[in-house]
């Protein structure tokens, strides 16, 4: 017990935590909005395609501050997601072979420009190779801060646009046909998207987070109807496993944070499709043992033949 | 066989086995599914590790494919609850799987040489140092032998069950219908890509699969209809972009596999761009033309129309044709000096009258629009 208090007293861990958290919660939030558009897997995509401008922003700009790694990253986050709708639009190719192809080529060139850069004298690029895997503990106080500022303004621009992004995650045809601008607001969403996951980029890396912006949401769906519960449900499942994918790495020796937190996401997941009511996979087999006792247990109920 | 002769027969034949297999992922849209196996065959192959102990164990090959072939049926178990989207089942099942690898190394396999970096990012430069010998003799690269039986399988199988194949890719109800079975091409095509990923993944990184099995096959894909011409097409795109990624890796001194995948997005944007039926600037002209005719054929009905008022027969005021079609003027004029050079229409005093030719070609358009 005593071990606990002290680990949560302890400075290195609640800076972790409280960006774990802050990541958790605005990822929980955007990610509603990707789900309900059914691009999940854009969130895997654009973490992958951020490698070169990493890597790019490095070269030219010479620093390893994280903004500039991350406006770098932004860059070419945005770049990826740019080519994916023209090539979407102008062939018949389709999303998913869009998505798969330019990430793929994009993380080549992430690759192939990290070799080079390695290979520079006196680089110092040690520790570029975090934003593939990710590593939470190298958070910093200012990373927090610049963490809270995004995020701040990423709910603000979400509550004061709230019932244009509804209204266009929904019904893009209507929203179109009643006078809103449709392709600024995409602009903005995807946008939006590839912020929150350049910075999460730094905590989960790359690969897992597309599961920080999917699995919240999906947890949530599965127990409302509607969209204002299923966004704050959202941010609070991705604080929550935030809070105890770190939790659990820091009481576990040798548990890695980014991974820890998506197997925590995860578990939410398991319990919210199992046991969510009306949606839940056990309240459809109670009800449909209900049904079939209702017809066998009295005919009378059922016309017979 | 000097190495790089060597890397350069391992690229080649990595990238046509997998752009053989892709062209049927594309086909079938499940392109990203190849991106969920490259992730979750390393759990497999840790597993597999924690049975044998032995890295060079063929029960590694084993547990990959295996561990490919349960992400699939995973991936669809969760989709069929119908509680979530297909794309956020396949974003939902293999983080999970990858982050349970991950955490299984970290923990229990630090010691050994299974490190994440050189599954998902690969080293094609260190392959020629896995030697083939047999009976004390050097007979080439090992990753030459493993990659080339799979490319083997790959062909027999194709070669084989084609017309399964493309039954069940493009109409899955009449393949059912027919007796064939659907779901046991899915998983043998699903079993294919997950043991091509494990033999490509040791070469050029499990990343770096997704582009080398999505890329040719999507580039074939706006050349060609055919499935024959695209399989080969696919091929030859794929072993060109291998040659030509190692040619600018060893120029430049860069990462084999990650120039490419770079290569493969370079030549995709080429085709993209210039493609003869497909393509950018092809497709951007025909709407442009499209847009031109269009604008042709409602001047010409405009004019037709007022032909039987008060007005004289075909005649009307070109300064109202903007306003009258609710048209920028520039394009009004544009539209109005094309149909004059094809001689539909005659310009005198400012007054726009149909032609003998105009009449007839309004009237065709009429009948093959409307009748």
Known sequence: MGNMIELFSNYTFQIVALGSALLGLISGVIGCFSVLRKQSLLGDGVSHSALPGVVMAFIILGSKKTEVLLLGALVSGLLSTLLIVVIVRYTRVKFDSALALV??????LGLALLTYVQKIPNSNQAGLNRFIFGQASTLLQRDIAFMMVCGVTMLAIILLLWKEFKLFT????????????????????SFLTVLVIILGLQTVGAILMSAMLISPAVAARQWTNKLWVMVILSAVFGAVSGVAGTFASSM??????????????NLIVSISLLFAPSRGLLFRVYQRKRIINKIEGDGRDVPTS | MSPQVEILIISVIVAVSCALLGTFLVLRRMSMMSDSITHTILLGIVLAFFITHDLSSPLLIIGAALMGVVTVWLTELVSQTRLLAEDAAIGLVFPLLFSIAIILITRFAGSVHLDTDSVLLGELAFAPFDRMIIGGKDIGAKAIYT????LLINIV??????KEFKLATFDSVLAVVLGFSPT???????????????????????????????????????????????????????????VLGYKIATLFDVSIAGSMAVMTGIVFMLVFIFAPNRGLLRTILLRRNQKLEFAKMILLFHLYNHSDGEEEAGEYEVEAIPVQLNWDSKFTKKI???????????????????TEKGYKTSVQNYNTLFS
């Open chain 1, 170 to 189: 929904f019904d893009m045809e209507f929203a179109q046909i009643i006078g809103f601008p449709s392709k600024g607001l995409n602009l903005l969403l």
């Open chain 1, 252 to 265: 576990i020796p040798k548990l890695p944070t980014g991974p820890a937190i998506v197997v925590c996401a």
């Open chain 2, 336 to 354: 109005i000096r094309m149909l004059e050079q094809e001689g539909q229409i005659r310009i005198a005093d400012g007054i726009a009258k149909l």
């Open chain 2, 147 to 150: 990659t080339g039986i799979l």
């Open chain 2, 157 to 162: 199988s194709i070669a084989v069950l084609f």
């Open chain 1, 103 to 108: 990430m793929s080529a994009f993380f080549g």
């Open chain 2, 184 to 242: 046991f091409v899915h998983y043998w095509l699903m079993t294919l890509v997950s043991i091509t990923a494990v033999g490509a993944f040791e070469a050029v990184g499990s990343v770096l699969v997704v582009a080398f099995m999505i890329g040719p096959p999507v580039t074939a894909y706006l050349l060609t209809d055919n499935l024959k011409h695209m399989l080969i097409l696919s091929g030859v795109i794929g072993a060109i972009n291998g």
